[in-house]
């Protein structure tokens, strides 16, 4: 039997040079990267290889995700081993980190888990650093393409808890925990990637 078990996602590889793009522009110059919903890993070894004056630390909640994780990420000495995550927990494995990256997940969980992430980043990033978060949104209530609502559509199908979210509904919660939205950028297949850090005092 193989030790590799690395699962291969192809959207994954699709989208990773956009956001890499992105990454390079809004990561801070050094210190520790949580990725949150890490997946296969593929986008761990990326930004990773890439990044190194990075440290990564990926995550997830299912096995067989931290072993692929584990397996696309072997190679790489600024990658720590795969966390065990559950973004609604109150307690994450993790005390402090500089940046958190997390792609395509609270469009496919239910709206607890968006807010759970928003709990933990409020308690674990440091300073000024970025959560990073990618995918899908709807904006003042509509979606941005006919693509995006045939999507949701499809997700709420699979699970009624599941869903596209709403930028401003997103951006709402994040500022009952004192966070922001700082930055957002336009992304291939009408997809943002939107920057949120702490709020500056005396911030709106």
Not at 31 to 56: D, K, N
Request: charged share 20%.
């Amino acid at each position: 039997m193989s030790d590799d078990q690395r699962l291969d996602y192809p959207a994954t590889q699709r989208n990773r040079a956009p956001i890499l793009a992105v990454l390079r522009e809004v990561l801070p110059s050094e210190g520790t990267v949580l990725e949150i919903a890490s997946g296969s890993g593929q986008h761990a070894a990326f930004f990773a290889a890439a990044l190194p004056q990075l440290r990564w630390q990926p995550s997830d909640h299912a096995p067989e995700l931290l072993r692929s994780i584990a397996s696309w990420t072997l190679e790489l000495d600024n990658v720590a081993p795969p966390l065990a995550l559950d973004v609604t927990r109150e307690r994450w494995p993790i005390a402090r980190c500089d940046a958190v990256v997390c792609a395509n997940m609270i469009h496919i969980a239910p709206w607890e888990a968006c807010l759970g992430l928003l709990d933990g980043v409020a308690r674990t990033l440091a300073g000024d650093g970025p959560l990073c978060l990618y995918g899908p949104f709807k904006r003042g209530g509509l979606h941005t393409a006919p693509s995006n609502e045939a999507f949701d559509h499809n997700l709420q199908l699979r699970d009624p808890r599941w869903g596209v979210r709403d930028l401003d509904v997103v951006a709402k919660a994040a500022n009952d925990r004192g966070l922001a939205v700082d930055r957002v950028f336009e992304m291939p297949a009408n997809n943002l990637l939107v920057v949120v850090r702490h709020q500056i005092p005396g911030q709106a």
